[in-house]
């Protein structure tokens, strides 16, 4: 089980505990929450990204890019979760996509408990 409360994140965040797998507690299901978002590049992190293809390496650019998008989606989520008077998320998943060129969504779902 993974509590949230890494460097970086909401205070608020530490009371919910998140897990991808679904424990093996006895917890009462509140339903399906959610939470995505689209983000797009800018044209600076587009230049930079193409000038990294040409040469090879990580493009930091938009690994930040998508770990911001993943975190305001995890707070969204986390958000509906509260909303239900869940104080637990399980079975987590992750999920990405293009929508655009130079713009990404993603979605993360689960379910929230009240353990």
């Known amino acids: 089980m993974h509590l949230v409360g890494l460097k970086g994140r909401k205070r608020e965040e530490k ?5 991808t797998t679904d424990l093996i507690v006895e917890y009462e299901v509140l339903g399906i929450v959610k939470g995505n978002r689209v983000r797009a ?10 000038l ?8 930091k650019e938009y690994a930040d890019l998508m770990t911001s998008v993943r975190d305001a989606a995890m707070d969204d989520m986390i958000a509906e ?7 637990a998320i399980v079975g987590i998943r992750f ?13 993360v779902s689960g379910t929230a408990v009240k353990i």
Do not use: C
Request: no cysteine; glycine share 12%; proline share 0%.
């Open 81 to 87: 979760a509260k909303a239900m008077g869940a104080n």
């Open 95 to 107: 999920s990405s996509s293009q929508v655009a060129s130079g713009m990404a969504e993603i979605l």
């Open 41 to 50: 590049a800018h044209l600076g992190r587009d230049l930079m990204a193409f």
């Open 52 to 59: 990294k293809n040409l040469v090879g390496g990580e493009v």
């Open 15 to 19: 009371n919910m505990m998140m897990t």
